[in-house]
């Protein structure tokens, strides 16, 4: 007999009995399923957070002030602080000189500089309408650092700055509660408060309002309002530099590079400052670090689950036995016929295989399908993984290979005589 006519018999042994089929691949089934569902959730969520962080600029180098830990000393010793300082003063922070420097020095490389500062919400009434909003202080680059998209009007320019202007732009959620439209809400002057005090700023611009991120009051949305950074200083009497801000690099840009050379130009102001550093990051290196732990916790979890598959194997060993002492007069006939201990042999063992393959097969659909489930309930979109799916149908076979062949062995090792002879 060959390998077909093999799997063909197999497949007739498993019609005659269906339900002990059936409950043999159940150990089968249920750990190639928890393992491909466990997988699936795992890349979902990979795959959500990366793209997430993507849209917010995988590439960017966030510039930020950071406590040292220790000072150098002349004679090169290193000694470290015992006490920090509360807050910053004038000279710890990144002046507009330093930026301005830092864009000339690397003009080729960067793309855009972008530096904002959260101030406070302001609640707006207008034309028997009421809105809150988180009032932002924006330079002109933030719109590219992240991803504003003008539905009308314009979004803060230099020229706004440099002359400290009243213009604020607003989200559509906000347009369309207070104004009505998008549309109507260009020109049109909204009271803001601005430590304590209210003044009255010209609507420029209406960005799309995107719900990711933002937070959900009682009684509406709250949305950002932006306005220029240099006015936001002025009327709240706060300090003139910046503790951070984010820089956009040019796309053909080797970011590791850039990185280290951003660092070491603003450090170079902080070599005689014995409390502040400054420190530069990106979130391609945080990303893989949370890839890998996401994936590593993903794995441990799948290992966990394949051990339900060794309950499986066993119980496939279990029912080949019994499948053998039912057939011992089978096996006796073929080989009066002829059959030699190799052909016996293959016979259990593809029929092994095939049960497993079959439990296979069934527990990949059932753990897309869980999976799938999973990853929607979740919020996530479903990534199914292709060579996971692979791996677990090929172990399955294996395991019909492993646990098929002890039964087969004992089975081609039975005497012909007395499995004639056997009742």
Known sequence: MNIWDNILLALQSLRVNKMRALLTMLGI???????????????????????????????????????????????????????????????????NQMIDDYRK???????????????????????????????????????????????????????????????????????EDIFGTSANAIGQTIELTLNGFSKTFTIVGVYQYDSNGQVMSSSSITTDCYIPITTAKKYTNSQAGYSSFTVVANSEVDSSSFLKNTTSFFQSYYTLNDSYTVSASNMESMLESMTEMLSTITLAIAAIAAISLLVGGIGVMNIMLVSITERTREIGTRKALGATNRNIRLQFIVEAVVICLIGGLLG????????SIGSSLMGYPATTSISACIISVVFSMSIGVFFGYYPANRAAKMDPIEALRYE
């Open 29 to 95: 089934i249920i750990g190639i399923s928890a393992v491909i569902a466990i997988v699936t959730l795992g890349n979902s969520m990979t795959t959500s957070i990366t793209d997430s962080m993507s849209s917010f600029g995988i590439q960017n180098v966030n510039v930020s002030l950071v406590e040292k830990s220790s000072t150098n000393t002349s004679e090169g010793m290193t000694s470290i602080r015992m006490f920090s300082k509360p807050s910053y003063d004038d000279e710890d922070l990144i002046s």
């Open 105 to 175: 020095v690397f003009s080729n490389e960067i793309k855009a500089i972008s530096i904002s500062e959260n101030l406070s919400q302001s609640k707006i009434t207008k034309n028997q309408n009421t809105a809150t909003v988180n009032l932002v202080g924006t330079n002109s680059d933030y719109q590219i650092a992240n991803n504003i998209e003008l539905v009308t009007g314009r979004f803060i320019n230099q020229s706004d700055m440099d002359l400290e202007k009243l213009l604020c732009v607003i989200s559509t959620e906000f347009a």
């Open 364 to 371: 990949v659909i059932l753990g897309i399908i869980m999976g």
